[in-house]
């Protein structure tokens, strides 16, 4: 049996809404129990924290944040409080999205900058605040497994142009340790974008993130991305293996050497 999704009192009919990414994963336990000084609105995730009066934030365990009309000083003052319980974070990422939630729409639609919405419950909040933090943590993904496609061509050119790596055997170990760090955060994390609970619950929740995540291309980014970290593990086993022959290849040598 499906229940309904607790209703947001609202005087604004419409919302400004800028999901960033702040860090590899937050610690949603662990924030609950250091911050104190807002209104938890649920318990679960993505968690909504009521900053102010129709101004919320809401956050995912994969590291983004969503703003709901939420000016930048009180931004800054939050994300700097959010500090201890983000892993692995930057001093600043470039990942962000912002898109419009307009509410009394008379039927729900989504554009890439617009999300047209019929009423506003904690339910379409947390739906449209997942699928903007899934988007801006896709983003920072592909950013990476770029950078690691960039630094793997420039060593598969070398060996194809003249047989060897551009580079020393422990530099070569370094970038092979960069490309598998990259896809072991990426894979772990991939399982984290699966739809939220109450897409199963409610058919009109299940509408509204399909009519997102097919405006933000969603699973056709993850499939691209699940294909580049797939090439990415062979082409790191293509280099595990040219080292081994190379090992070997000098090992051989040594032996011929103490022999004769």
Request: charged content about 30%.
């Given at each position: 049996m499906?229940?309904?999704?607790?209703?947001?009192?609202?005087?604004?009919?419409?919302?400004?809404?800028?999901?960033?990414?702040?860090?590899?994963?937050?610690d949603?336990k662990?924030?609950?129990?250091?911050?104190?000084?807002?209104?938890?609105?649920n318990?679960?995730?993505?968690?909504?924290?009521?900053?102010?009066?129709?101004?919320y934030?809401?956050?995912?365990?994969f590291?983004?944040?969503?703003?709901?009309?939420v000016?930048g000083?009180?931004?800054?003052?939050?994300?700097?409080?959010?500090?201890?319980?983000?892993?692995?974070?930057?001093?600043s990422?470039?990942y962000?999205?912002?898109?419009?939630?307009?509410?009394?729409?008379?039927?729900?639609?989504?554009?890439f900058?617009?999300?047209?919405?019929?009423?506003?419950?904690?339910g379409?909040?947390?739906?449209?605040?997942?699928?903007?933090?899934?988007?801006?943590?896709?983003?920072?993904?592909?950013?990476?497994?770029?950078?690691?496609l960039?630094?793997?061509?420039?060593?598969?050119?070398?060996?194809?142009?003249?047989?060897?790596?551009?580079?020393?055997?422990?530099?070569?170990?370094?970038?092979?340790?960069?490309?598998?760090?990259?896809?072991q955060?990426a894979?772990s994390h991939?399982?984290?974008?699966?739809?939220?609970?109450e897409?199963?619950?409610?058919?009109?929740?299940?509408?509204?993130?399909n009519?997102?995540?097919?405006?933000?291309?969603?699973?056709?980014?993850?499939?691209?991305?699940?294909?580049?970290?797939n090439y990415?593990s062979?082409i790191?086993?293509?280099?595990?293996?040219?080292?081994?022959?190379?090992?070997?290849?000098?090992?051989?040598?040594?032996?011929?050497?103490?022999?004769?």
């Amino acid at each position: 049996m499906t229940t309904k999704t607790k209703k947001v009192k609202s005087r604004h009919p419409k919302y400004f809404v800028d999901t960033v990414y702040v860090g590899e994963s937050l610690d949603l336990k662990k924030l609950q129990e250091g911050i104190k000084q807002y209104s938890y609105l649920n318990r679960d995730e993505p968690l909504i924290l009521k900053l102010l009066k129709d101004q919320y934030a809401v956050l995912t365990k994969f590291g983004a944040v969503s703003f709901w009309n939420v000016p930048g000083k009180l931004r800054r003052q939050f994300l700097k409080e959010l500090q201890p319980y983000v892993n692995n974070k930057k001093l600043s990422y470039s990942y962000d999205e912002d898109t419009k939630v307009l509410v009394g729409s008379g039927a729900e639609r989504v554009t890439f900058e617009k999300v047209y919405i019929t009423d506003l419950d904690l339910g379409k909040i947390k739906i449209i605040s997942y699928v903007l933090s899934q988007s801006v943590a896709l983003e920072r993904y592909e950013d990476d497994i770029e950078t690691s496609l960039s630094e793997v061509g420039s060593i598969v050119e070398g060996l194809k142009v003249t047989g060897k790596a551009p580079m020393s055997e422990k530099e070569l170990l370094k970038q092979i340790g960069r490309v598998l760090s990259v896809k072991q955060i990426a894979v772990s994390h991939l399982a984290l974008f699966d739809k939220p609970e109450e897409v199963w619950e409610l058919p009109e929740l299940e509408k509204l993130y399909n009519l997102m995540s097919s405006e933000y291309e969603l699973r056709v980014r993850f499939e691209v991305l699940d294909k580049k970290i797939n090439y990415l593990s062979d082409i790191s086993q293509m280099l595990m293996n040219f080292l081994a022959e190379k090992r070997n290849a000098f090992l051989e040598i040594i032996i011929i050497i103490l022999i004769a």
